[in-house]
């Protein structure tokens, strides 16, 4: 018995502790024990990180341009004009930071710790509670690139989840098609 749980630890859980930190009860290492897993994968990581980069490029623009904004109006203050002249791009530039270049940057730090798994009855995610596959009722997936694609899973009575930037996505629908009874792909 103990050379199973130590085995089942191994299979399941050690790939996803060599990439980030892992937040691990009791109740989900008794079930892994007690489920084959059928697929396990991760983001790309570049196509992750950078998913959001037309945000991140206009709030770059508009970053500069209020950092440009912010200069003139501390010259003009040099030039005796009104204080509040150079308080006015203040929340421009820390909003225009947020919206643009802080995007990518929360992606980076955010990718470690993004990891999706099926087993034989639920698809796990790294965050949230794991979905039954009885409960999966459609399926859309975005592509990406040659290889990559993001899968929009429908669930009845909830919000829909998304798988982002999974290399080789048909190899999951496959599995996904197979083994949810109500799925209409």
Same mark, same amino acid.
């Given at each position: 018995?103990? #050379? *199973?749980?130590?085995? #089942?630890?191994? $299979?399941?859980?050690?790939?996803?502790?060599?990439?980030?930190?892992?937040?691990?009860?009791?109740?989900?290492?008794?079930?892994?024990?007690?489920?084959?897993?059928?697929?396990?994968?991760?983001?790309?990581?570049? #196509?992750?990180?950078?998913?959001? !980069?037309?945000?991140?490029?206009?709030?770059?623009?508009?970053?500069?341009?209020?950092?440009?904004?912010?200069?003139?109006?501390?010259? *003009?203050?040099?030039?005796?004009?009104?204080?509040?002249?150079?308080?006015?791009?203040?929340?421009?530039?820390?909003?225009?930071? $947020?919206?643009?270049? !802080?995007?990518?940057?929360?992606?980076?730090?955010?990718?470690?710790?993004?990891?999706?798994?099926?087993?034989?009855?639920?698809?796990?995610?790294?965050?949230?509670?794991?979905?039954?596959?009885?409960?999966?009722?459609?399926?859309?997936?975005?592509?990406?690139?040659?290889?990559?694609?993001?899968?929009?899973?429908?669930?009845?009575?909830?919000?829909?989840?998304?798988?982002? #930037?999974?290399?080789?996505?048909?190899?999951?629908?496959?599995?996904?098609?197979?083994?949810?009874?109500? *799925?209409? $792909?």
């Amino acid at each position: 018995m103990v #050379c *199973l749980r130590i085995l #089942c630890w191994t $299979v399941t859980l050690a790939p996803q502790l060599i990439f980030g930190r892992l937040i691990v009860s009791m109740e989900s290492l008794t079930q892994a024990a007690r489920e084959n897993i059928l697929w396990q994968g991760r983001p790309a990581p570049r #196509c992750y990180t950078f998913q959001y !980069w037309k945000q991140a490029l206009l709030g770059s623009i508009l970053f500069l341009a209020s950092s440009f904004w912010l200069m003139f109006a501390l010259e *003009l203050i040099k030039d005796a004009q009104p204080f509040w002249l150079a308080l006015l791009p203040l929340p421009l530039i820390v909003g225009s930071f $947020v919206f643009g270049p !802080w995007q990518i940057l929360l992606a980076r730090w955010r990718w470690p710790r993004i990891f999706y798994r099926l087993t034989e009855t639920q698809l796990h995610f790294s965050v949230g509670k794991p979905v039954p596959l009885a409960r999966i009722i459609d399926i859309k997936m975005m592509k990406q690139g040659a290889n990559l694609a993001s899968l929009r899973v429908t669930v009845e009575d909830s919000s829909p989840a998304i798988i982002h #930037c999974i290399e080789q996505p048909h190899q999951l629908l496959r599995l996904l098609n197979e083994h949810c009874p109500q *799925l209409k $792909v």
